[in-house]
């Protein structure tokens, strides 16, 4: 055996993907855990290829698919998401495979013509159409905006087999393949990160998705998805996690992001938190000089608040706050509830800005910003309480 094996999924169904340890950056949120690009081989009597992987991993997905088959043994190719970590090395595999056919959605035909110049070898599918590989099929279903428009899913009955593309997928590079074989809370932890990072601004079209897939009653044992490990035991426990973060269950945890340059926001944080704590909300304070943006956004999957503070520089929002705010707006997070503060010292425009960011985001605003003047005093402090305890019990009477 080489190098680069595969790892048998099921009964005739391989892992053949690869594993990228040293990814740290990813859609613009940080994969501390690195990623895997999976890709699978059905080895029925028309042998066939589930995906590809990212550009720069092709000869790993090539030397696993080889200790099975040799490559150009592949007869077809299913494209389940036009994505470039998925679908980065299609074209050059399509080349050197010459498969009789490729399969995708239309909306997957579509862009991977724009993407990669390949739509004229593609074969589109249809929504549940079938198709026959010799002792085994596969069905097609479609879940757009899962979280592109050409997204879909493949499902093998045979080996009662879902390949859920990024569905159901988490970024984290092991040397383990199945979940059960991965410490319990690192999955929660990432598969929360992905979903909150990915697919929140798309929470409708998920619980689309999962309401069809469980009209079409598959009879699941196995979830592959394109990121991280595979689901073989309790499946249903992340499906649930998923229904739960399209729906969201907000609770009385409560973000504060700050940033600060001379300390004065930093204490001000400090005091917003004890009003929190004292409402009998549970605060987390975010000091965004040692937070990344994405861990600000898994925070709010299921907090019911945030409190946003910042110093002014150059007339604006401290550039760290600035970015965090326009990642998380974008995620579109719903129901929170919140406020803003900040210091300055000669023009305060930061705390403003900050107020309008919270109304674009559709944030409750329950409470007039506190500011400060250069270094804040104890009627500051007091007012940063009183605004931490507005806070704090307006989500404790809606979440707690």
């Known amino acids: 055996m080489g190098a680069f094996a595969a790892k048998p999924v099921a009964e005739n169904v391989y892992w053949v993907g690869a594993v990228d340890w040293a990814v740290r950056d990813f859609h613009g949120y940080n994969t501390e855990r690195g990623t895997t690009y999976n890709a699978y081989l059905i080895k029925a009597e028309t042998i066939t290829l589930i995906d590809t992987v990212k550009q720069g991993f092709r000869d790993e997905m090539f030397a696993r698919i080889s200790s099975i088959c040799d490559p150009t043994e592949i007869d077809v190719i299913v494209s389940n998401h036009a994505e470039p970590d998925h679908s980065g090395e299609l074209a050059e595999t399509i080349r050197d495979i010459e498969p009789s056919v490729v399969y995708a959605s239309k909306n997957g035909k579509k862009a991977l013509q724009e993407y990669f110049g390949i739509g004229e070898q593609i074969t589109p599918v249809e929504e549940g159409q079938t198709v026959d590989l010799g002792a085994m099929s596969l069905v097609f279903a479609e879940t757009r905006m899962c979280h592109w428009p050409d997204s879909m899913v493949s499902y093998c009955p045979e080996a009662k087999l879902l390949f859920s593309q990024d569905a159901f997928g988490m970024h984290l590079a092991s040397f383990e393949r199945f979940a059960d074989e991965i410490d319990a809370g690192v999955l929660h932890y990432e598969a929360a990160k992905y979903y909150a990072n990915i697919l929140m601004p798309l929470s409708h079209f998920v619980a689309k998705s999962l309401e069809k897939l469980g009209g079409l009653g598959l009879n699941t044992e196995i979830v592959a998805p394109d990121h991280g490990p595979i689901w073989r035991q309790d499946i249903e426990k992340v499906i649930h996690w998923y229904a739960g973060w399209a729906n969201p269950k907000r609770t009385s945890s409560v973000i504060v992001v700050y940033d600060t340059m001379w300390q004065s926001t930093e204490t001000m944080a400090r005091a917003v938190s004890e009003g929190l704590g004292d409402a009998g909300a549970h605060p987390t304070v975010m000091a965004l000089s040692g937070t990344h943006r994405s861990d600000v956004a898994t925070k709010l ?38 406020a803003a503060f900040g210091s300055f010292g000669w023009s305060g425009e930061s705390v403003k800005k900050l107020s309008e960011f919270l109304d674009a985001m559709q944030v409750d605003v329950v409470q007039e910003p506190v500011t400060s003047r250069y270094a804040p005093n104890g009627d500051v402090f007091d007012q940063c309480f009183a605004l931490g305890q507005t806070v704090g019990k307006r989500v404790v009477q809606a979440y707690g």
Request: net charge positive; glycine share 16%.
């Open 301 to 338: 999957l299921n907090a019911g608040g945030l409190v946003v503070g910042a110093p002014t520089l150059n007339n604006e929002i401290f550039p760290r706050v600035a970015d965090t705010l326009t990642y998380v707006k974008g995620l579109r997070p719903t129901g929170l509830i919140g």
